[in-house]
């Protein structure tokens, strides 16, 4: 789900309340992410008492399976003591999982029109430090290369490197990856940062898109408007393919869960 708010309260009836705690984040349930606010070090204020409502909107909505809420402190004439309520929306993906061999492949049809504007967006995790998202090719044999080196993201052209971002990308965090063509200038952002470059002219339009050599997961692929890892489930077309990948299918509801964690608790 994609959450954007968090509201706390003490037990009811009780002197059982936080004053201050931590969130964590996880997809999985096993790899936790802290959750820092853009003004704090990363402790939330709880409450004052047991009845109060106090809600923190988050900086930056976060997509997310399972929360963990840590206490810190608590009303040091009770115990720790916990209402909560999380605020967001139901999430739907995409996700494909490659395994080092596998590939996806999109060629634009002749049919389609050229644009002064070109994006492709993505979401990533994976443990191992090396592999190719993206290589999209040109005119008169030019291509762009979009690559994870030693934990950072490298983009570069006819063997000359570009930008390079990011760094420990191989956490089995997701990371967002986003490639914007406006005319002759890219901008690649990675999760919060953005460089932009100037790319040869011969790079003005992408013909072919492909993922190889990458082993981990990879969400929400998109070309402009276009979900290619939905349309190769979907199998209606010749394009985009994806040999042979693991494509994952969506739980039919989102769950998420609390874990609360502490000496003495009672919730």
Request: include cysteine; proline fraction near 3%; charged fraction near 20%.
């Amino acid at each position: 789900m994609i959450i954007t708010a968090v509201a706390t309260q003490g037990r009811y009836g009780s002197s059982d309340w936080l004053t201050t705690y931590l969130l964590m984040f996880s997809d999985t349930g096993h790899n936790w992410r802290q959750h820092r606010q853009e003004d704090s070090l990363g402790a939330f204020p709880g409450n004052s008492n047991a009845d109060s409502v106090v809600q923190y909107k988050l900086d930056q909505p976060v997509i997310a399976r399972y929360l963990r809420l840590i206490p810190l402190d608590w009303n040091p004439t009770g115990r720790i003591g916990l209402r909560l309520e999380i605020y967001g929306c139901r999430y739907t993906s995409e996700v494909a999982g490659f395994d080092g061999k596998s590939s996806l492949v999109y060629r634009l049809s002749a049919r389609t029109s050229w644009t002064a504007r070109e994006s492709i967006s993505l979401k990533f995790k994976t443990l191992r430090n090396s592999g190719t998202l993206l290589h999209a090719k040109g005119q008169r044999d030019h291509s762009l290369n979009l690559a994870l080196e030693r934990g950072k993201l490298l983009s570069g052209s006819g063997g000359k490197l570009l930008v390079s971002l990011g760094s420990l990308l191989d956490d089995q965090h997701w990371h967002h990856v986003k490639l914007e063509r406006l005319g002759s200038h890219l901008n690649l952002t990675v999760d919060r940062n953005t460089q932009q470059v100037l790319v040869p002219a011969e790079l003005s339009h992408w013909h072919i898109h492909t993922v190889r050599n990458f082993h981990g997961c990879m969400e929400n692929l998109l070309y402009n408007d276009l979900n290619l890892i939905r349309l190769a489930k979907q199998g209606k077309t010749k394009e985009p393919r994806l040999t042979p990948a693991s494509l994952f299918l969506p739980p039919q509801t989102v769950s998420s869960s609390l874990a609360v964690r502490a000496k003495t608790s009672q919730i």
